[in-house]
């Protein structure tokens, strides 16, 4: 049974409940009820099941009560088949009409969320004032699935328990986070078990390191900080070594006095508390923490405070609170910090950010941005996870992250690594190995690029079916696929890598490319061009950066590392035979340049035999200053660099000896 830590932290308590000592019950009926109304579901469906599965006829406050039960535990793909059988009778509220809508919605069935909604506007028509925003954020949710964002998003199952873990955030020593797991080496007696669920209080759990969804070590618990109750997300302060976090507080509270004994004339004082949210901060000093201090601004009497998130500069702390005077069930606000290192009053950031719902979870990452959770804005059902920009009270347009950042589930207290590309979310959606898991999202990146072929006459057309080996430089990883209609190809990439693409094909020399995926946040796809030449006879290449001293025929250290390429040309198409051509430039007489290139060329020829090319394969040819490559005629003022372009050397195709080239060698 899954179960979502959100819906106990905020909803219940940014929202308050309220548990009062057991009253003597009539029947099991009347104990469920006594169970539901004191939170502790998992022990009311015990007898709700029960009780539907052993009456004829089946009773509908039954099947009313088992929807509500899973709905308040976010059980949702189960409490939507419960609510769909209230469909079968006449006794639906417009509560279980919306929530039947909701749940839909929520387990990305739109087409009949739409439906859902729109019957609840006919049954309801004086509650139905969003009904085209509930429709239009259906329709985006469904563009979104069909055309997804750029990412990858994995569950990090070294950390993910079978319970619930969630809020994921980094601090000077390595990561905390909350989790309701059982820890082992503890017997939990009945004060430590939280009743909603069955599982133990959340607590702080660290570890030492993450990369992606690679953990160092086993999560261990935070001891120093937890409390007795729930202990949830927050902040870590770099200028200050403080860590914010969220407490849950029991605030005893006194009712109106009851009478539960009806032969009794005397009024009952039952003990009843209000669960609520606290801010707390604690120092790292070392290895330990310590000098735990209460924020401000906690009022557990009257509200709720909790979700911290400090500013890169340590100066603003944004919190979630339903303090009086806010927009919604639970909005985003913020205190600036006084020059004697407490906080301001409280300041709500505002109607661009906060909503007639719940938002929650507010991150503020290097770049201020300031990510949050919401159900206000629109969405793809539950909380998504929004960004916006600015600060404090002034903040751009909020935007979905969309799919698959956000699913059709809960999303929800985001941990960003590097902001546009990669971190960590926690979600509730299909698929998890709890209740909250626990995610690690990275940009995904694709090049994508064309072969194209180089003619004799140097043109360019688009060449099909070549052979791309990607090798990963960073990683040491490599793969193979081919271009398709009109030479077109892509494949995907991680973030800062660097990769090296070589494209093969019979009858053509390869081509290859080195490219890095350091992209901006708003590019996804990188463009690359490969052109492979065209073996053919008495086609020519020049061979680069070959150049001889004035009047010399030497091979220099760097014109050794050019003909070694030539070398490999020759050893991986044994099938050609090549002119090594030397030319010189105009300074000197016609026929002395003319032997300075010969012995230029026989020189080079003769190294490139001596590195294993056989002699048949090669012949060398001077062309003095016949054919120059600039206006550098004799007579002409040049500088030595302008001559050095003349000096050069290029190879020819003089023969190929099978039409059929294997270059896969």
């Known amino acids: 049974m899954k179960t979502n830590i959100f819906r106990k932290l905020t909803i219940v308590a940014l929202f308050a409940f309220t548990v009062a000592n057991p009253v003597f019950s009539q029947s099991k009926l009347e104990k469920a009820k006594e169970y539901a109304d004191n939170y502790e579901y998992a022990k009311a469906l015990d007898i709700y099941n029960s009780r539907y599965k052993n009456s004829t006829p089946k009773k509908a406050e039954v099947i009313k009560n088992i929807a509500h039960c899973y709905l308040m535990m976010n059980d949702i ?39 859902q909604f729109r019957r609840f506007a006919d049954l309801f028509p004086d509650r139905a004032g969003n009904l085209d925003q509930w429709i239009a954020s259906c329709e985006e949710a469904k563009e979104w699935m069909a055309k997804p964002k750029r990412f990858l998003v994995e569950n990090v199952e070294s950390i993910n328990s079978e319970n619930s873990d969630f809020g994921l955030i980094p601090y000077k020593n390595g990561f905390l986070f909350s989790s309701d797991r059982v820890v082992d080496r503890f017997d939990y007696s009945e004060k430590e078990i939280f009743g909603w669920t069955g599982n133990p209080y959340l607590k702080l759990f660290k570890i030492s390191n993450i990369d992606g969804t690679n953990v160092s070590s086993a999560p261990e618990l935070n001891v120093g900080v937890n409390s007795m109750f729930h202990n949830g997300p927050g902040s870590f302060d770099y200028t200050t070594n403080r860590v914010y976090f969220t407490l849950t507080k029991m605030q005893r509270i006194k009712p109106l006095p009851v009478n539960t004994d009806p032969t009794s004339f005397e009024m009952e004082d039952p003990e009843a508390y209000v669960n609520r949210l606290e801010i707390y901060s604690a120092r790292l000093n070392g290895d330990k923490w310590d000098d735990i201090k209460p924020f401000e601004f906690n009022n557990s009497a009257e509200y709720s405070v909790g979700h911290p998130t400090i500013s890169p500069d340590g100066n603003v702390l944004y919190f979630v609170s339903n303090m009086p005077g806010g927009y919604g069930n639970s909005d985003i606000y913020y205190c600036t910090r006084l020059e004697d290192g407490s906080w301001s009053v409280p300041v709500n950031v505002g109607s661009d950010i906060n909503t007639s719902e719940k938002e929650a979870f507010p991150v503020m990452d290097k770049n201020r941005e300031l990510y949050f959770s919401s159900d206000g804005h629109s969405g793809m059902g539950g909380l998504d996870i929004f960004v916006s920009h600015g600060e404090k009270g002034n903040w751009t347009a909020p935007k979905n992250l969309q799919y698959p950042i956000n699913s059709p589930k809960d999303d929800f207290s985001p941990c960003i690594i590097e902001p546009g590309f990669k971190g960590y979310i926690s979600s509730n959606r299909d698929g998890g190995k709890g209740g909250d898991d626990i995610y690690y999202f990275s940009k995904e990146f694709v090049i994508a690029g064309v072969t194209k072929a180089k003619l004799l006459n140097n043109k360019i057309e688009i060449l099909e079916d070549v052979t791309l080996t990607i090798e990963n430089l960073v990683d040491d990883h490599s793969s193979t696929i081919e271009s398709g209609e009109k030479g077109k190809f892509d494949f995907p990439a991680e973030y800062k890598k660097s990769y090296q693409i070589k494209a093969v094909k019979d009858g053509y020399f390869s081509a290859s490319i080195v490219v890095n995926t350091d992209l901006p946040a708003d590019k996804d796809t990188l463009f690359v061009e490969l052109v492979l030449d065209k073996i053919e006879v008495s086609k020519s290449f020049v061979l680069e950066n070959i150049y001889y001293d004035f009047d010399k025929w030497n091979i220099r250290p760097d014109a050794a590392i050019e003909l070694d390429k030539l070398v490999k040309i020759l050893k991986e198409y044994p099938e050609i035979d090549v002119e090594l051509g030397s030319h010189t430039d105009s300074r000197g007489s016609d026929s002395y340049n003319l032997k300075l290139s010969q012995r230029r060329a026989e020189s080079a020829v003769a190294y490139i035999i001596s590195m294993g090319i056989d002699e048949s394969r090669i012949s060398a040819k001077g062309y003095g200053e016949t054919k120059l490559r600039n206006h550098c005629i004799e007579g002409q003022a040049c500088t030595d660099l302008e001559h050095q372009l003349n000096r050069r050397t290029e190879f020819t195709i003089t023969k190929i000896r099978a039409k059929s080239l294997s270059l896969n060698k």
């Not at 209230?86 to 439906?115: C, H, M, R, W």
């Open 77 to 115: 793909n189960t409490a939507q088949t419960w609510l769909s059988k209230i469909n079968t009778f006449n006794i639906y509220s417009p509560d279980e009409v919306f929530s039947f809508a909701q749940a839909l919605k929520s387990t990305g069935d739109y087409d009949n969320a739409e439906a």
